[in-house]
C-alpha cells in the first residue's frame, strides 16, 4: 500500500530553521512530482512547494528564498529545507504526490516569537 511517512516537524523560534522529510513508498517515486502542503488553523490548505519528477521547482511567494524543496530518488524521499521561519509559518506540513491522490499523515510546525 502506498505510505508518506513526514518527520522533521518541531518547535523553533523565529530566524530559526527546520528539515522536513517525507519517505514515500508502494509508489515508482521517480516518475511522481511531490508537493508539501500546510494548513494553520482556521485557515484553509495551501500549496507550499512543489518539484516535478525531472527536478523542476515552485513555490508559494510568501516562502520564496527562504524554503527549498528537494527530492532523493534512491530513498524516495521529499525534503523541505525551512529557513528563516516566522510565526506565520506554524501549521500542520503536509507531504502529497503533486496528483493529490495520495497525503502524508502532517507534521507540526510551530514558529514562536
Known amino acids: 500500500q502506498v505510505q508518506l511517512v513526514e518527520s522533521g516537524g518541531g518547535s523553533v523560534q523565529a530566524g530559526g530553521s527546520l528539515r522536513l522529510s517525507c519517505a514515500a513508498s508502494?509508489?515508482?517515486?521517480?516518475?511522481?512530482?511531490m508537493a508539501w502542503h500546510r494548513q494553520a488553523p482556521g485557515k484553509q490548505r495551501e500549496l507550499v512547494a512543489s518539484?516535478?519528477?525531472?527536478?523542476?521547482?515552485s513555490y508559494l511567494g510568501s516562502v520564496k528564498g527562504r524554503f527549498t524543496i528537494s527530492r532523493d530518488n534512491a530513498n524516495n524521499t521529499v525534503y523541505l529545507q525551512m529557513n528563516s521561519l516566522k510565526p506565520e509559518d506554524t501549521a500542520v506540513y503536509y507531504c502529497?504526490?503533486?496528483?493529490?491522490?495520495?497525503w502524508g499523515q502532517g507534521t507540526q510546525v510551530t514558529v514562536s516569537l
Open positions: 518539484i516535478d519528477r525531472n527536478g523542476g521547482t
Open positions: 502529497a504526490t503533486s496528483t493529490r491522490l495520495y
Open positions: 508502494g509508489i515508482p517515486f521517480s516518475i511522481y512530482g
